[in-house]
């Protein structure tokens, strides 16, 4: 797949640039491996927190869209949190991960994100991992909702020591300009944004720690 992003050549912290919608990323890339032994270390330490995650989600698209779903994809599924708890009302549930985590019962593992076409496309804290996000031109369906670290780049300092900056695993960073430049460029529309997720996932001292953008495809 060739990448259609243009870098900016901003001078940045090294091995880092910015791309014309203002997302900056890791130039050179050597991504870890994602297997079940991930999936495990990530999900096993936060209890029921992910089932609590996965009713904010879904409650958030919900609101968003002013509807159920009629069916969903979710890249980058892990421990199937999410999954399991759109399975209760949405009537066709898959799944995409490159691990061979179990699925839910009741949903569908997918090969591929590309091929089929759904309602709504979430990508909750996996569009950073991938080597190259210009696919999202190629997704076929009507919204996407996308929950990624925000990333609030002050100067090459903080985001040095930002949490979750994390080499070779978070390879794209995005605030919410960047972040709806981008899907813009790819063909949608936002719908709405919000930190939705801090509720769960921040420390009271922090900047806002997680997007979480809604989008809508622009009919042509």
């Not at 599924?77 to 985590?101: A, H, M, Q, R, W």
């Not at 997918?110 to 080597?131: A, G, M, P, R, W």
């Not at 794209?172 to 944004?193: A, C, I, N, Q």
């Not at 930190?195 to 009919?219: G, W």
Request: proline fraction near 4%.
């Amino acid at each position: 797949m060739t990448s259609l992003t243009k870098s900016l050549n901003i001078e940045m912290l090294e091995n880092y640039s910015k791309n014309e919608d203002g997302v900056i990323y890791q130039v050179d890339k050597n991504p870890i491996d994602y297997d079940k032994e991930y999936v495990n270390t990530r999900y096993v330490k936060y209890g029921e927190l992910p089932t609590y995650m996965a009713h904010l989600r879904l409650g958030n698209i919900i609101g968003s869209l002013s509807r159920v779903p009629k069916s969903i994809l979710d890249v980058g599924y892990g421990d199937g949190s999410f999954l399991k708890v759109c399975s209760n009302i949405i009537p066709e549930c898959y799944g995409y991960d490159i691990s061979t985590y179990p699925i839910p019962e009741g949903c569908k593992q997918v090969k591929s994100f590309l091929d089929e076409s759904y309602d709504v496309i979430t990508f909750f804290d996996s569009l950073e991992h991938f080597e190259d996000i210009d696919f999202v031109r190629d997704l076929k369906c009507n919204a996407v909702c996308i929950s990624v670290p925000h990333c609030h780049y002050k100067n090459d300092e903080w985001f040095k020591n930002w949490k979750h900056r994390r080499p070779n695993e978070h390879l794209w960073h995005f605030d919410k300009p960047s972040l709806k430049t981008f899907m813009h460029r790819m063909g949608y529309e936002l719908v709405s944004y919000s930190n939705v997720e801090d509720t769960i996932r921040k420390n009271n001292k922090e900047e806002s720690n997680i997007l979480t953008c809604i989008f809508k495809k622009v009919e042509v």
